[in-house]
């Protein structure tokens, strides 16, 4: 009687020991398994760190390249604009002179007009349409066509020629600008132009028109 409960205390002995070994070293597989996952977390927003930087590098390039240009030049048109002066008040003294002027117009925009803004994985480049200006016009010949003077009737003056030139540019300049399939033009080459440069330094945009 006395041997047999020897033997069951024993038994009992070697079975809490063998439980206790697994507690253990189910302990030690949950520490190592959470200290992969750390590691596994931390290089995944080391990685992600740095793709952020990447693309940070990239939209700062892709900003700078275009704020280096002072502006850009979206739309160029070529045109003859005739204007007939009068002068005089009376069929004696009346004077008709007609100017024929060929020119090139430029529209375009400021780099200083242009706004950026990061969204999640692009660059948001936004503009006014209004901001759209003339950025040149250039006279390519110029003529006095027709010169139609009275008896009384004087000629102009080349300050007066000078003054007519002027007022035809500046009507030229107004009506590119008035015209809105030339704006329509413009607009679609800004967007065409920040897409291609996107595509070469290798960033999104997305262009918004105001």
């Not at 931390?42 to 280096?68: D, G, M, P, V």
């Not at 349409?129 to 009275?150: A, M, P, T, Y």
């Not at 500046?170 to 996107?198: C, R, V």
């Amino acid at each position: 009687m006395f041997e047999k409960t020897k033997m069951f205390l024993a038994g009992t002995t070697v079975v809490s020991a063998t439980c206790v070994g697994c507690y253990y070293y189910g302990q030690f597989n949950a520490a190592e398994q959470r200290l992969q996952e750390l590691e596994a977390s931390n290089k995944a927003q080391a990685e992600y760190l740095e793709q952020l930087k990447a693309q940070n590098i990239r939209h700062e390039k892709f900003i700078n390249a275009i704020s280096n240009e002072t502006e850009l030049v979206l739309f160029t048109e070529e045109g003859i604009t005739n204007t007939v002066i009068e002068k005089g008040k009376n069929f004696l003294t009346h004077t008709e002179t007609q100017f024929a002027i060929e020119y090139r117009v430029k529209l375009g925009i400021k780099t200083s007009d242009i706004s950026y803004y990061d969204g999640d994985d692009r660059i948001n480049v936004v503009i006014n349409r209004d901001d759209i200006e003339v950025n040149s016009l250039e006279i390519l010949n110029k003529n006095i066509i027709n010169n139609n003077r009275k008896l009384f009737g004087r000629y102009m003056t080349q300050d007066e020629k000078d003054a007519t030139e002027k007022l035809i540019t500046e009507k030229a300049k107004e009506d590119a600008l008035n015209n809105k399939t030339n704006i329509n033009i413009a607009i679609d080459g800004f967007t065409d132009y920040m897409k291609d440069l996107a595509e070469v330094m290798e960033v999104k945009v997305d262009v918004i028109i105001h």
